[in-house]
């Protein structure tokens, strides 16, 4: 007689076929933001196969957008709703989240691309396409790993609460509206493309903008101006100096791998109309990471009394001190410990799939499972298929096969987590 473990690993082999169509799917519905609803068409009509008690709503009440932790400059999101697909237990066993995003960034240039961006192309077991890492693969591990369960009849005694929201890549107001709609547990995983480790910290992080002055004047005259471009690079001179010394205090071993744990990274310049002018104006706009172990706040001091100590070295910017803004994409860390009970049930299962044990490390980008920690006091690891280097870039793919381990990994995780009931 099989036992349940058995069961479930080998009705996700058998299911391959069925789990790689359901991925190609998810992949060939282009749901970049404010596009969503045709992959949550996808994603709500296998959760109803399954038999999962269903939970639709388009996201954006009052509730949600004067919250704290709410960073979206989204107005609308009518039309592409979150979904959430519970797996009720019989009771007296804990409860797990599973939680995903459905967004996907843009594809940018096709042409940087060998297909269609969205093609879903399978060839040498890698399949194709933009959001195929991050994160549709992860996704289609959950909904095997509870597929898995469901029609091998074993019930749990756990709740096992499937999540499939959108703004993950915008800051995450799906994830905080599943919270405030009251989605909570005793754990969660999230499959972001980790390369099959575990991620029991996650980076936060923050857009800022500095607005730095200049006075105008003549190209031919320039010296009656004062150039915004060369204060700026005091400015951003100043940022460099400050990354190395916040990261020079991490000292946690899970960032060991990580060149720069939480990096302060200029993304967007920009200054001056004319060749011939000197600029007034020049605006600095990049990301500050955050640590796990630190707040959005503290962060946001450090930077601002760094721009003070630039400014206390410069007579100009003494007197014109640049404008620190905070706006836009905003994530908040995780930080769990790594002792926690999550963490040795994830790496037993891992075990019993690869016959080895997983590298637990720090995550190097945000996700989603800093708001259910922080705002929804539910412990987070971050674990799944996909590398981080093709998320994000032209010819994104996956590797089928670690889409397969990852739900099984994962069915095994819930089996232990929620108990198996009699």
């Excluded at 100590?309 to 410990?337: H, R, Y």
Aim: with cysteine.
């Amino acid at each position: 007689m099989q036992s349940a473990e058995q069961k479930v690993r080998n009705y996700i082999k058998e299911s391959r076929i069925r789990g790689t169509r359901l991925l190609q799917k998810l992949v060939q519905e282009p749901s970049t933001r404010g596009n969503e609803s045709g992959a949550q068409a996808v994603i709500i009509e296998k959760c109803r196969e399954l038999g999962l008690e269903m939970d639709i709503w388009e996201i954006g009440d009052n509730g949600l957008t004067v919250h704290p932790s709410f960073c979206s400059d989204r107005k609308d999101f009518n039309g592409n709703p979150n979904a959430v697909g519970i797996m009720r237990g019989t009771g007296g066993g804990k409860s797990m989240i599973l939680n995903g995003h459905i967004d996907v960034v843009p594809a940018g240039d096709p042409k940087d691309w060998d297909r269609d961006p969205f093609s879903g192309h399978i060839e040498c077991g890698k399949l194709f396409g933009r959001g195929s890492t991050d994160m549709k693969g992860g996704t289609t591990s959950l909904l095997m790993a509870i597929e898995a369960i469901r029609n091998s009849e074993i019930k749990l005694k756990g709740d096992v609460i499937f999540q499939s929201v959108i703004e993950e890549e915008s800051g995450g107001a799906g994830t905080l509206a599943t919270v405030l709609r009251g989605y909570k547990a005793d754990a969660a995983i999230i499959p972001e493309p980790t390369n099959m480790k575990l991620f029991p910290k996650q980076q936060g992080s923050m857009w800022f903008r500095i607005s730095v002055k200049g006075k105008g004047a003549h190209g031919g005259t320039r010296y009656e101006g004062v150039n915004a471009i060369e204060k700026a690079m005091l400015v951003i001179d100043r940022l460099r100096s400050l990354e190395t010394q916040r990261n020079g205090r991490i000292t946690d071993p899970f960032f060991e791998s990580i060149p720069i744990p939480i990096p302060i990274n200029i993304g967007k310049i920009h200054s001056g109309d004319w060749p011939s002018s000197v600029p007034d104006l020049a605006i600095i706009e990049g990301r500050m990471g955050v640590a796990p172990n630190e707040t959005q706040e503290e962060a946001k001091v450090e930077m601002y009394e760094a721009i003070v100590d630039v400014c206390n070295e410069d007579p100009w910017l003494k007197e014109n001190m640049p404008e620190l803004e905070w706006f836009g994409a905003s994530w908040l860390p995780g930080d769990l410990d790594p002792e926690h009970e999550l963490i040795h049930v994830l790496s037993e299962s891992f075990r019993g799939v690869k016959e080895q044990s997983p590298l637990i490390e720090a995550s190097p980008w945000a996700t989603d499972g800093g708001i259910l920690s922080k705002v929804g006091g539910v412990p987070v690891v971050v674990f799944g298929p996909g590398v981080t280097e093709t998320a994000h870039q032209a010819n994104e793919y996956i590797k089928l096969e670690d889409v397969f381990e990852a739900a099984e990994i994962i069915a095994l995780a819930l089996l232990k987590w929620c108990e198996i009931s009699e």
